[in-house]
């Protein structure tokens, strides 16, 4: 069983930055992956995932603007966003999988104003 907790969301006009954080209740890195999907009405996208051994990957349509990053100490993976676009507006949620099974955060908003 694991636990996520997001926070980080809000309101930014187009071209600024927000940092979403996700805490999860156990070490991060017995965690097999974490990652970020968003979602929008009728959509649901995979952002950018992190592996425990620290590998990256990124959906084209944010790469060169949001990082994944880990702080083990904290048990918590952050998803740094910049140059921020109407676009990206949606419910991002954490995702984790962990022997088999995924786990998911409540949902932090990210609106972008143009």
């Known amino acids: 069983q694991v636990q996520l907790v997001e926070s980080g969301g809000g309101l930014v006009q187009a071209g600024g930055s927000l940092r979403l954080s996700c805490a999860a209740s156990r070490s991060i890195v017995s965690i097999n992956a974490m990652g970020w999907y968003r979602q929008t009405p009728g959509k649901r996208e995979l952002v950018a995932t992190i592996s425990n051994v620290g590998g990256t990957n990124y959906a084209d349509s944010v790469k060169g603007r949001f990082t994944i990053s880990r702080d083990s100490a904290k048990n918590t993976v952050y998803l740094q966003m910049n140059s921020l676009k109407p676009e990206d507006t949606a419910v991002y949620y954490c995702?984790?999988?962990?022997?088999?099974?995924?786990?998911w955060g409540q949902g932090t908003q990210v609106t972008v104003s143009s």
């Open positions: 995702y984790a999988r962990f022997r088999s099974e995924g786990y």
